[in-house]
């Protein structure tokens, strides 16, 4: 059996794993993401800890598959970036070329995000799911469709970007695209704090939430503590939420929505307050999808890129 690496780059820290062709994880590491000097250091640092990791393993060229990358970024189908927010990579990128000079090994690349929902419908919640949608509810909104057991990557490498359906046309500030009324705006952890802070700037009643930082995990305390201004803050939430799923129903018709981020540690209660705002919205073919919560957490991303390697080879 032959192994294969996979690699998730982050904006401060790569992750890295090895792994075998049955998705079992043999040892993951991480390494300093250097974005200094339009991170011209990224892909080598990369390509000198494989070599390293293929040496301190006795790993020949034959013993290994391959090499997935995750890239915060649109990937093209020809492994290509065309620009990153926050890896410092200023112009084109032909990542997939690069790498597989440096490395000597076949390179597949994609988003990080879609790399992520590959990973969870591998060997995370969504195990033996073809057609599935995760959402990260982080500081931003990502996620990634899958369908017929494969990622939609799209024309530009954009498929997938959740976090930028428009939910709200009337919606006067700006999302971090420069459009407005984005779901990222309103279903982030970030955007779950700004609907409770307006939600306090005119709330009589009693609540928890005006003592101490507002953020999304005191919300969700403070939801499961039944304070009513919680719920109501939630409430909210979950209707952009739902509005943001339904669209994407209609789109993917998915079996099931899988859900990670640091918003989703709040749990089953989240699920709780998704599901009837969302079917009232869903059209009635993805009326009965699932919501689950993801599973694989930070490793999604590295598993989903090991992933890309062994569906490319066979």
């Known amino acids: 059996m032959r192994y294969c ?14 792994f075998l062709e049955d998705g079992s994880m043999v ?29 301190e393993r006795s790993l020949s060229r034959e013993d290994c598959a391959g090499v997935g990358i995750a890239i915060p970024a649109p990937v093209t189908e020809e492994g290509n ?27 597949f690349v994609g988003n990080d995000a879609n790399a992520a929902a590959l990973g969870e419908m591998w060997k995370g919640a969504g ?8 959402i990260t509810l982080g500081t931003g909104v990502g996620g990634g469709v899958i369908a017929g057991g ?22 006067t500030q700006s999302c971090g695209c420069g459009k407005r009324g984005c779901l990222e705006q309103y279903a982030s952890a970030t955007g779950l704090v700004r609907l409770g802070r307006e939600q306090l700037s005119e709330e009589k009643r009693v609540t928890c939430l005006k003592e101490g930082e507002l953020t999304a995990k005191a919300i969700f305390d403070a939801l499961k503590d039944k304070d009513p201004v919680a719920e109501d803050i939630v409430k909210r939430f979950s ?37 009837e705002p969302y079917e009232e919205r ?5 009326k009965n999808a699932e919501f689950i919560l993801a599973t694989l957490g930070n490793d999604a991303g590295i598993y989903g890129a090991a992933k890309m390697v062994l569906d490319g080879i066979h």
């Open 282 to 286: 869903a059209v009635f073919a993805s």
């Open 127 to 134: 195990q033996g799911r073809k057609n599935m949608v995760m």
């Open 81 to 107: 970036v065309k620009m990153t927010a926050n890896i410092g990579w200023k112009k084109e990128k032909a990542v997939k070329r690069e790498m597989e000079e440096l490395t000597s090994y076949p390179v």
């Open 27 to 55: 040892e993951k590491w991480e390494i300093k993401t250097h974005t200094e000097n339009e991170g011209c250091r990224i892909l080598p640092d990369i390509a000198a800890s494989i070599r390293d990791k293929s040496a």
């Open 150 to 171: 494969r990622i939609l990557v799209g024309g530009n490498g954009g498929g997938g970007e959740i976090g930028h359906i428009c939910i709200n046309p009337e919606e």
């Open 239 to 275: 209707q952009y939420l739902a509005r943001g799923l339904a669209i994407l129903g209609a789109i993917a018709d998915p079996t099931v929505f899988v859900i990670g981020g640091g918003v989703s540690k709040a749990g089953n209660i989240l699920l709780e307050y998704l599901r």
């Open 5 to 18: 690496f996979g690699v998730d780059v982050g904006g401060t820290t790569t992750k890295m794993g090895i």
